[in-house]
Structures are given as C-alpha cells and as structure tokens.
Nanobody
Framework: QVQLVESGGGLVQAGDSLRLSCAAS????????MGWFRQAPGKEREFVAA????????YYADSVKGRFTISRDNAKNTAYLQMDNLEPEDTAVYYC?????????????????WGQGTQVTVSS
C-alpha cells in the first residue's frame, strides 16, 4: 500500500519561506515521477511542480517559477517543495502525488497516489 504524508505547512508572512515534505512508503520515489499540486478555497486544483524519477526533468507552473524548487532525498524516500518569497496568492492546501511512470507529469489525472494535503497560508 502506497502512502504519502505531507508536512511543513503553516502560516507565514509574504516574503517568507517554507519547505514542504512528502514522505513516501510503499513506492520508491526514485523510480517514479512525482508532483506537487495545490487547491485554494473556491478554486480548482492546479499544478505546481513535477519531477521525473531521474531528476533530469522538472516542470514548474509559471506562477511559481523562480520561487519554488522541487527535490528529493532518495535515502529518506522523501520529496520536498522549497517555497521562497511566498505571496498571499500561494495560500492553498498543497498535495504531493506520485505517478506510475518515471516521467514528470503536469496533469493531475496521471497521478495515482496522493497525500492528504498540508495547509499553507501566506498573510500580506
């Protein structure tokens, strides 16, 4: 059984940084693509970042490019989303997900396992 557990969310001020973690069990992240998505109140879930299994390919949403970084620690089987220079518009529940391929995917429908989400709130 695959489980993903996010942590690291919280309440911060604009300009601050947070690092989200996604601890995986039941699937080795180094052999599967993974991604981060977010959903703000009243809005649809949107793509944030994705990373291929090899790490050779990463994708970012335009709104976070240059501010967010996706990474992975193979020894811990944990993925991370480093979020710098946070903006109030980044306020959302953040979800990590893994897909059954080695590819980085932007489409949420291509992911088969999801975490429970962690709340990020950025005040102005």
């Amino acid at each position: 059984q695959v489980q993903l557990v996010e942590s690291g969310g919280g309440l911060v001020q604009a300009g601050d940084s947070l690092r989200l973690s996604c601890a995986a069990s039941g699937r080795t992240l180094s052999t599967h693509g993974m991604g981060w998505f977010r959903q703000a109140p009243g809005k649809e879930r949107e793509f944030v970042a994705a990373r291929s299994a090899s790490g050779g390919r990463t994708y970012y949403a335009d709104s976070v490019k240059g501010r967010f970084t996706i990474s992975r620690d193979n020894a811990k089987n944990t993925a991370y989303l480093q979020m710098d220079n946070l903006e109030p518009e980044d306020t959302a529940v953040y979800y990590c997900a893994t897909n059954p391929t080695t590819w980085a995917k932007r489409n949420a429908d291509e992911y088969d396992y999801w975490g429970q989400g962690t709340q990020v709130t950025v005040s102005s």
